[in-house]
């Protein structure tokens, strides 16, 4: 058992209420700059909706992500090294700007410029902030949100669902899904990658691109399912989110948990066994593999744990972390799209809302907990989109974490108003009074040092991050050069174990 950290994030999406904050204020920090205008590291989407680039989760169109191999082996989907070679000049695979959203400035000038007594009131006129060519504004990062869900029909998750969900879902429900890297423990850029500049740091997991290595050649933006990947077109360079690392090595949340309005965000560490990934990402059938990566996580009370050469921070910190407590202790985060095989370290506790929202316009009482399960029951058409999202079509588990949630709000509501303990809905899901009280905090009413509980990097580093911070002040996305000298240094000790293979 080889244990390695990881630094992960839960978000609790019946919070978000898609102000895009998140979005605003990670755009200013990173990519606020020539060549990365219509790129967002952190974007919010409407779902159902297409989403951002356009159809990214058709993995038929986009070939992103891995595949079991008729041997059982597991393959990238964008094909093997031979294959991705040959195309290496004409990607078949690759995202247009189309698929983005031409991304728009204005001519705001005029309002101020505009000389007196014209008839009409200067209006300022969108051009393209590629061309500087007037356009027609026609698309965004988040342009289904105005649509009121007339594009959700196209949105890749329904089509493996039946016709009459379809039809009957644009009047059922919407939410928002926020989305950055996810920073993947099996990332299928890092081993698309032909010059070896995406990487995966050893002491904290987060995927960088050396931008000193990398030559352009895009593969990775191909390989990542969830097109997290985004080429500079001013530098030709692959960009991605960060996971803001300078303030993560500083003991710092990421800037879209910080400025998050809805306070859904959590950051903690998750421990894991990097033997266990292969086997985890290899298991056959799609609905296992969210167990499977449970089961590749380490109890960070686990003796072994102390045994791993972790500094005690990082050890205290996993055994704080909320992630760790939302994924295998409550049980109620799940992984995004599991069935892409990268073993994402982004998970969501997905969203009671529309299931409330539907007990009531059924007229039943959406604070009584059997009424709320009756409907979960009932309402095939939410659980099974969500079950699209977050368990490759599992809708028992879906099931099971939002009865968790519902009985979470009677319980609580019982025991505020009336001072009873209900202790049969304790019992329909499996946990005690404690568990459930300690729940409802993280997720109700948790403080910004529970939500957020990230080491400051270790001791041994904090010199050669000081050099870095006074030789690199305005570092380069994707990593300082001293952070990609460390990363050199270590990457024959962390190489993805599938990279040879592909
Ligand atoms: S989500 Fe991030 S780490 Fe995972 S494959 Fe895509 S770019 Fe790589
Ligand atoms: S800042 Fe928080 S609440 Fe607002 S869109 Fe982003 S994730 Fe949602």
């Given at each position: 058992?080889?244990?390695?950290a990881?630094?992960a994030?839960?978000?609790?999406?019946?919070?978000?209420?898609?102000?895009?904050?998140?979005?605003v204020?990670?755009k200013?920090?990173?990519?606020?700059?020539?060549?990365?205008?219509?790129v967002w590291?952190?974007?919010?989407e409407?779902?159902?909706?297409?989403?951002?680039?356009?159809?990214y989760?058709?993995?038929d169109?986009w070939h992103?992500?891995?595949?079991?191999?008729?041997?059982?082996?597991?393959?990238?989907?964008?094909?093997?090294r031979?294959?991705?070679l040959?195309?290496?000049?004409?990607n078949?695979d690759l995202?247009?700007?189309?698929?983005?959203?031409e991304?728009?400035?204005?001519?705001?000038?005029?309002l101020?410029?505009?000389?007196g007594?014209?008839?009409?009131?200067?209006?300022?006129r969108p051009?393209?902030a590629?061309?500087g060519?007037?356009?027609?504004?026609t698309?965004?990062?988040?342009?289904?949100?105005?649509l009121g869900?007339?594009?959700?029909?196209?949105?890749?998750?329904?089509?493996?669902?039946?016709?009459?969900v379809?039809?009957?879902f644009?009047?059922?429900?919407?939410?928002?899904?926020?989305?950055?890297?996810?920073?993947?423990?099996?990332?299928?850029?890092v081993?698309?990658?032909p010059?070896?500049a995406m990487?995966?740091?050893?002491?904290?997991?987060?995927?960088?691109?050396d931008?000193?290595?990398c030559?352009?050649?895009r593969?990775?933006?191909?390989a990542c399912?969830?097109?997290k990947?985004?080429?500079?077109?001013a530098?030709?360079?692959a960009e991605k989110?960060t996971?803001?690392?300078?303030?993560i090595?500083?003991?710092?949340?990421?800037?879209?948990?910080?400025?998050?309005?809805?306070?859904l965000?959590?950051?903690?560490?998750v421990?894991?066994?990097?033997?266990?990934?292969?086997?985890?990402?290899?298991?056959?059938d799609?609905?296992?593999?969210l167990?499977a990566?449970?089961?590749?996580?380490?109890d960070?009370?686990d003796?072994?744990?102390?045994?791993?050469?972790?500094?005690?921070e990082?050890?205290?910190?996993?055994?704080?972390?909320?992630?760790?407590k939302?994924?295998?202790e409550?049980?109620?985060?799940?992984?995004?799209?599991?069935?892409?095989r990268t073993?994402?370290?982004?998970w969501?506790?997905?969203p009671?809302?529309?299931?409330l929202?539907?007990?009531?316009a059924?007229?039943?009482?959406?604070t009584?907990?059997?009424?709320?399960?009756h409907t979960?029951?009932?309402l095939?058409?939410?659980?099974?989109?969500?079950?699209?999202?977050f368990?490759?079509?599992?809708?028992?588990?879906?099931?099971?974490v939002?009865m968790?949630?519902?009985?979470?709000?009677?319980?609580?509501?019982?025991?505020t108003?009336?001072g009873?303990?209900?202790?049969?809905?304790?019992?329909?899901?499996?946990m005690?009074?404690?568990?459930?009280?300690?729940?409802?905090?993280?997720?109700?009413?948790a403080?910004?040092d529970?939500?957020y509980?990230v080491?400051a990097a270790?001791?041994?580093?904090?010199?050669a991050?000081e050099?870095?911070?006074?030789?690199h002040g305005?570092?380069?996305?994707g990593?300082?050069d001293?952070?990609?000298?460390?990363?050199?240094g270590?990457r024959?000790?962390?190489?993805?174990?599938?990279?040879?293979?592909s």
């Open positions: 058992m080889r244990i390695r990881q630094v994030m839960v978000m609790n999406l019946d919070k978000c209420i898609g102000c895009h904050t998140c979005s204020t990670c200013q920090t990173w990519t606020n700059r020539e060549g990365t205008e219509y590291f952190n974007n919010v409407t779902k159902p909706g297409i989403g951002y680039p356009k159809h989760e058709d993995q169109r992103g992500g891995w595949k079991l191999d008729r041997k059982g082996r597991l393959v990238l989907r964008s094909g093997g031979g294959k991705r040959s195309r290496i000049f004409a078949p995202p247009s700007i189309d698929d983005y959203y991304p728009a400035t204005f001519d705001k000038d005029i101020v410029s505009a000389p007594g014209l008839k009409d009131t200067p209006v300022k051009h393209s590629l061309t060519e007037p356009m027609a504004v698309w965004g990062a988040n342009w289904e949100d105005s869900g007339q594009s959700g029909q196209d949105d890749p998750n329904l089509a493996r669902m039946a016709t009459k379809k039809l009957e644009e009047k059922t429900f919407m939410f928002h899904l926020p989305r950055i890297c996810e920073h993947c423990l099996n990332p299928a850029c081993s698309a990658c010059s070896g990487y995966k740091r050893e002491e904290d997991g987060i995927v960088l691109v931008q000193d290595r030559r352009g050649w593969m990775c933006v191909s399912p969830y097109k990947v985004y080429v500079n077109h530098t030709g360079k989110c996971f803001c690392f300078p303030r090595e500083a003991g710092q949340p990421t800037i879209c948990s910080e400025t998050c309005v809805g306070r965000r959590y950051l903690g560490i421990l894991y066994d990097e033997d266990a990934v292969l086997a985890a990402a290899s298991v056959e799609e609905k296992d593999l167990e990566q449970r089961a590749a996580f380490v960070p009370y003796p072994a744990v102390g045994e791993a050469g972790l500094p005690a990082w050890i205290a910190a996993a055994q704080a972390s909320p992630v760790w939302l994924i295998s409550y049980r109620i985060a799940l992984p995004l799209h599991p069935e892409y073993m994402p370290m982004v969501y506790v997905p009671l809302s529309p299931v929202d539907a007990t009531g059924a007229g039943r009482d959406d009584d907990a059997d009424d709320i399960f979960i029951r009932d095939r058409i939410p659980v099974e989109y969500l079950a699209e999202l368990t490759a079509g599992d809708v028992p588990v879906v099931t099971g939002l968790k949630l519902a009985a979470m709000r009677s319980y609580m509501r019982a025991r108003l009336d009873t303990v209900a202790q049969e809905l304790l019992d329909s899901i499996g005690t009074a404690g568990q459930v009280e300690a729940m409802y905090r993280l997720l109700a009413i403080k910004y529970e939500r509980v080491p270790h001791a041994k580093d904090a010199a991050l050099a870095q911070a006074a030789t305005d570092c380069p996305v990593g300082s001293e952070d990609f000298r460390r990363a050199d270590r024959g000790l962390h190489l993805n174990p599938l990279r040879s293979r």
